[in-house]
């Protein structure tokens, strides 16, 4: 059994990890724990707070009874406001302060993106546009080609965990560009563990999501792979077949 801890910011989509769990059929337990959110703001002043080492910290000793093997702050914009090296420090702090291996879904998606080998990436964000492009600067950051950037403008998480299927295919649809060898749509409020295989049938490519990523990173930073397709092209080889 492998058991991977994450850090995650109040309560919007996190039952999207139950959800993965069952959908990787192996011996890997998710174990969810809840860190505060503060206020719940899609601005930097707010996320910068969101993220904090003493707001990480408080979660800890919860994720060491857990046995997990490794931990992710399970929150993008909770880590790419810091930037390139800020966001390091968060990691290699929360590091420190776990006893184990680490990482956040901002470094999920740029080792996602390697993954695929796709250098050519579209942002579909729910964030408004000054957050959206701070991303995508990581993104670039990464070592990534952002050739657009769509913001939907939502503030709080709790609105974003409201959307369905429906609204999360909008999204991408908008947010696609022909030059994108795949999509991202970051924002670990948003629920997207049911519709991966509908959003890579939708576009044709692969979509790479908060959850998702963030679930892959954990189960890289302890040396499993897991081949299961109904997560999306990053747990498989096989290739997509256009709609």
Known sequence: MTALGFLYPG?????????IEQLLGSDIRLDVIHTDI???????????????????AAGVDALRLTGAEAVVWACTSGSFVYGWEGAHDQVRTLA????????????????????????HVAVGATYP?????LFAEFLRAGGAEVVGVRGSGIITAAEVGTWGEDEVLALARE????DAQAVLLPDTALHTASHLQAL???????VLTANQVTVWEALRLTDRRVNAPTLGSLFTK????QA
């Open 96 to 119: 420190r302060t776990a006893g184990m291996p680490a990482s956040s879904t901002s470094f999920a998606f740029v080792h996602a993106v390697q993954e695929l080998e796709v250098g």
């Open 11 to 19: 309560h919007s989509a996190e039952d999207d990890y139950p959800r």
């Open 129 to 133: 546009e000054d957050v959206a492009d």
């Open 200 to 206: 890579e049938k939708e576009l044709g490519k692969p």
């Open 175 to 178: 947010a696609d560009h022909p």
């Open 38 to 56: 503060g206020e719940d703001a899609h601005r930097v002043d707010a996320l910068l707070r969101m993220g904090s080492a003493e707001r990480l």
């Open 238 to 241: 096989e290739p997509i077949v």
